[in-house]
């Protein structure tokens, strides 16, 4: 984990190790102040040498300035590279989800990796800078007093030793018990994010059925758990403060008591007393910043290690040695096909044969849960199946590189997804590289043009984040012409025409035909009127075809398929899953 979070300080190393540069010196100067503060007491004031107290008084004034222009100079350093690796975290994490397949997204939930990228990246911002500056400074500032205040009186100096002893004891047993407390607060974090998140993106759907109270009360629980947690860590870190003021008055009274009769026997001068109240209370200070260092990379290593799980998964996919870079046809091969969603979980396709010849238009259809949609994902290899050989052109999907194939095989997906930008930037998301007539045309194509050129800018009008400024049938119209615009060999609809109305469904299919009609394709829908012009029709019941022929035999031969057909045909609901 350290490793992989370290690789992506990067170009930022330079800063990250002068900062501990600037901090030694910050700490020379600060620590060499008190020790100048007794030779101006004791040769200055004490002695009535005004001459004195002028020239130690002046090498203060520059040991301060010093000091101050140092830690200006850590300080600055400092921020500039925890800045840089957060931004370079945040890169590595996005660019790995980019990679990932179906399968490695199904790991994580929404809401936790956006927690990763967000809280769990400041705290490992906050957890480095304070790891170049306090980890260094503490240590150093604690040492370097201790140092001098043996210089100056050895036997006062067990004072130290014996406050050290003990607020380390004190310090380890309160960090050991929030380390625990940290970890449980990411993961309510990450509930609470996942409560927001899904509300906000199902906020039509609560209204609809007025359950905003429903949706308050959870919110509300989540938000009492991690305040219930965060209280118990808060509480345990207030002890910290006030075991520490005890720790030093007990130092100065103890110094106070001792010095005073170490100054009487004239084994220690007044301003040497002085110092070393200095140098007392800069050894508890440090001792106080370091445990602040431990409470913070104790917090940071639970975030430290979800972000190093993001960055290191390997994906299930990988690209083959030699990949294939052009994709010969649209013919689609299942041979022998099973897939399950998990190691050892059941089967979500099982014994799939199909052989479908390029060009041809192939309908899909069946229950939900069927594996109507997952047959699809095969195709573009959205999945890796568990047994058996998909092939596309003739040729393995395993043996094509991603791009070539996802490039050749256009997927219209059930969730139709708008960005946020112009009409054209969404359909160029098919070919970056399209024209505006191309653009056009593909619109026409999926009988989106007339809606399109309706609008108040035309195809220069603003879809917002999702396509919430549209209706689902636009959406979805709009989904199709962006893939068309890839000008693939194979074309998947999956459900993709299920919130137009008949007439625009007939007249997309219509328009297939004579527009795209070397294009394999594929289409997934619960309608049997919008397959049922295919030349070829498959039937699937869980996870299994049941018939796979024209609709004309099929309704002769499948007892499935006409009992659909005629529950439609009658004006039925035709829920495939009614039909026993």
Not at 316 to 342: H, N, T
Not at 466 to 486: D, E, F, P, W, Y
């Amino acid at each position: 984990m350290i490793g992989t979070l370290l690789k992506e300080v990067r170009q930022y190393k330079v800063p990250a190790l002068l900062t501990p540069l600037w901090t030694t010196l910050e700490v020379i100067m600060w620590i060499l102040i008190p020790y100048v503060t007794a030779s101006l007491i004791d040769d200055g004031v004490m002695a009535g040498n005004l001459s004195n107290v002028y020239k130690y008084g002046s090498w203060m004034a520059v040991l301060a300035l010093l000091s101050t222009v140092f830690g200006v100079l850590a300080g600055w350093f400092a921020a500039w590279s925890s800045s840089g690796l957060a931004a370079n975290l945040r890169s590595a994490m996005y660019r790995s989800i980019q990679r990932y397949s179906f399968s490695d997204i199904d790991k994580y939930s929404t809401a936790g990796l956006v927690t990763r990228m967000t809280t769990d990246v400041a705290s490992i911002q906050n957890a480095f800078q304070m790891l170049l500056r306090t980890s260094f400074r503490a240590p150093l500032n604690m040492v370097s007093a201790l140092a001098m205040c043996f210089l100056i009186h050895r036997r006062l100096s067990i004072v130290f030793l014996v406050a050290m002893l003990i607020l380390s004891v004190f310090l380890a047993l309160l960090i050991s018990r929030a380390a625990r407390l940290f970890k449980e607060i990411l993961l309510k974090v990450d509930a609470l994010n996942g409560v927001v998140q899904e509300n906000v993106s199902a906020i039509r759907v609560v209204k609809a059925y007025v359950r905003e109270d429903h949706e308050i009360s959870k919110f509300d629980k989540a938000v009492l758990n991690l305040f219930t947690l965060n209280v118990r860590v808060e509480t345990l870190m207030a002890l910290n403060r006030p075991v520490m003021n005890l720790i030093v008055n007990g130092c100065i009274i103890a110094l106070s008591w001792f010095g005073a009769r170490f100054i009487v026997d004239g084994s220690l001068t007044t301003g040497e007393l002085t110092s070393l109240f200095s140098y007392v209370m800069t050894v508890l200070s440090s001792l106080m910043m370091l445990s602040m260092v431990f409470v913070q990379l104790t917090q940071s290593f639970a975030s430290g290690s979800r972000i190093a799980e993001v960055i290191e998964e390997v994906p299930d996919m990988e690209e083959p040695a030699d990949p294939v870079l052009e994709v010969p046809s649209g013919s689609i091969d299942f041979d022998s096909v099973y897939f399950s969603y998990g190691k050892g979980g059941d089967y979500a396709l099982e014994g799939i044969d199909l052989h479908i010849l390029p060009g041809e238009t192939i309908g899909i259809i069946g229950g939900t849960g069927s594996g109507k949609s997952t047959l699809g994902a095969l195709v573009s290899r959205l999945y890796d199946v568990s047994e058996g050989t998909v092939r596309v052109g003739g040729i393995n999907v395993r043996n094509f590189s991603l791009k070539t194939l996802r490039s050749s095989v256009a997927v219209v997906l059930q969730k139709n997804t708008l960005f946020s930008g112009t009409v054209f930037e969404n359909l160029r998301w098919g070919r970056p590289d399209a024209t505006d007539e191309e653009c056009i045309e593909a619109c026409k194509a999926a009988c989106a043009d007339e809606f399109v050129s309706a609008m108040s800018e035309g195809y220069n009008t603003r879809i917002e984040q999702g396509g919430t400024n549209v209706s689902g049938g636009q959406r979805q119209r709009l989904c199709i012409a962006r893939a068309l615009l890839k000008r693939p060999k194979v074309l998947i609809l999956d459900d993709s025409t299920s919130a137009v109305d008949t007439a625009t469904d007939a007249k997309i299919r219509e328009t297939f035909s004579q527009r795209i009609p070397g294009v394999t394709k594929l289409i997934i829908s619960q309608r049997v009127l919008s397959i049922s012009s295919a030349d070829r029709i498959a039937v699937m019941e869980d996870g299994r075809v049941i018939g796979f022929d024209t609709h004309e035999n099929l309704l002769k031969d499948n007892s499935v398929y006409r009992e659909i057909y005629e529950m439609q045909m009658s004006g039925g609901e035709g829920d495939f899953d009614e039909k026993k």
